[in-house]
T-cell receptor
Framework: KAGVTQTPRYLIKTRGQQVTLSCSPISGHRSVSWYQQTPGQGLQFLFEYFSETQRNKGNFPGRFSGRQFSNSRSEMNVSTLELGDSALYLC??????????FGPGTRLLVL | GENVEQHPSTLSVQEGDSAVIKCTYSDSASNYFPWYKQELGKRPQLIIDIRSNVGEKKDQRIAVTLNKTAKHFSLHITETQPEDSAVYFCAASLTGYSTLTFGKGTMLLVSP
């Protein structure tokens, strides 16, 4: 099976803009989770979608949002970008809601 | 919520030595504990996991132990090789909930 894919791989944005990241899970996986990875805070959970419904949410401001489509592909959106949003955004897919497999990530730089 | 502490933050060993990374968790309800290896510029890769109904699990040179009473679990790598050099993350979650709480990571450097 093909692994988890994410697009785009790199993004440069300026403060105040918004951005949309995409994740395609492993075929047959219905759960997609998103994580933010920074040198200071490490890997932090953003939210999880299962069958098009947000099932869990981490402690991030409302500027961070997501959705999942009927084919299990997921998008996350960050509005009104801040410098501190610069990070590697990883998505992970799971068949069982337990074992998670990560995509290569989208590296976002906010200037 | 869950909190995972990981030690040490960096670990340097000679090729062939063993390496041990330790994690503690706070939520006694957590019952799934994966370990991920992340090489520079690459995605985290699952290397081994353990569930709370098991005390130890081995996969070739890698083993994980779990002490539910003390709420800590450890990764053991034997006969380390230079290609083991990477950042290792422990995590904890509750079965059925795709919410992994990660430790801060351990940078393992294996010198030839």
């Amino acid at each position: 099976k093909a692994g988890v894919t994410q697009t785009p791989r790199y993004l440069i944005k300026t403060r105040g803009q918004q951005v949309t990241l995409s994740c395609s899970p492993i075929s047959g996986h219905r759960s997609v989770s998103w994580y933010q990875q920074t040198p200071g805070q490490g890997l932090q959970f953003l939210f999880e979608y299962f069958s098009e419904t947000q099932r869990n949410k981490g402690n991030f401001p409302g500027r961070f949002s997501g959705r999942q489509f009927s084919n299990s592909r997921s998008e996350m959106n960050v509005s009104t970008l801040e410098l501190g949003d610069s990070a590697l955004y990883l998505c992970a897919s799971s068949a069982t809601g337990e074992t998670q497999y990560f995509g290569p990530g989208t590296r976002l730089l906010v200037l | 919520g869950e909190n995972v502490e990981q030690h040490p933050s960096t670990l340097s060993v000679q090729e062939g030595d063993s390496a041990v990374i330790k994690c503690t968790y706070s939520d006694s309800a957590s019952n799934y504990f994966p370990w991920y290896k992340q090489e520079l510029g690459k995605r985290p890769q699952l290397i081994i996991d353990i569930r709370s109904n098991v005390g130890e699990k081995k996969d070739q040179r890698i083993a994980v132990t779990l002490n539910k009473t003390a709420k800590h679990f450890s990764l053991h790598i034997t006969e380390t090789q230079p290609e083991d050099s990477a950042v290792y993350f422990c995590a904890a979650s509750l079965t059925g909930y795709s919410t992994l709480t990660f430790g801060k990571g351990t940078m393992l450097l294996v010198s030839p």
